[in-house]
């Protein structure tokens, strides 16, 4: 028994010793979409932001790397803020962030998320980035953003806002 216990730790050692990716370049983007006033808090309500130009080629350029040195793209984080002012979000109780193939090519991902909104939540909403490739989806020309939103209750103002968010994409491994 010992034996294969010993085995064991032997086994999970070498596995970890396995070479991290090395992060090669991040790419920030950013754009912008209106809440209107108004909204219920029983539907999802989502916001579609189309034809942004992707920045991945450019940014690999910038950097030394072509598409075939990438191994992957992953998102990394992303906010929501104001754009002239910072609003309130404790009305937001969820939010998801969907990337689209305006080609169809390709089925949307979700690729930043936030669950766990606290109700007295003040300042920009900070989401966190999933484990989805998105490589293939941004070596295309343009993407198109899905932004889902729930609410707490009905929206009462016109919010402005500023999506800002982040990639990284690693070596081949």
Do not use: W
């Amino acid at each position: 028994m010992k034996y294969l216990a010993g085995s064991l730790c032997f086994l999970f050692f070498l596995i970890g010793c396995r070479d991290n990716p090395q992060e090669l370049f991040s790419i920030t983007n950013e754009a912008e979409f209106t809440v209107p006033a108004g909204l219920d808090n029983i539907n999802t309500h989502i916001f579609v932001i189309n034809n942004l130009p992707s920045t991945l080629d450019a940014g690999a350029a910038q950097n030394g790397f072509s598409l075939e040195q990438i191994a992957r793209v992953n998102s990394s984080t992303a906010e929501i803020r104001g754009t002239f002012e910072m609003p309130n979000y404790s009305n937001v109780l969820r939010v998801a962030v969907n990337l689209i193939d305006p080609t169809g090519e390709f089925p949307k991902r979700e690729i930043y998320f936030q669950e766990a909104i606290q109700i007295n939540h003040e300042g920009p909403l900070q989401l966190f980035g999933s484990l989805s490739d998105v490589k293939d989806l941004l070596s295309k020309e343009t993407h198109s953003i899905e932004i889902e939103l729930t609410f707490r209750s009905p929206t009462t103002q016109t919010l402005e806002n500023r999506f800002i968010y982040n990639f990284v994409a690693f070596d081949n491994e």
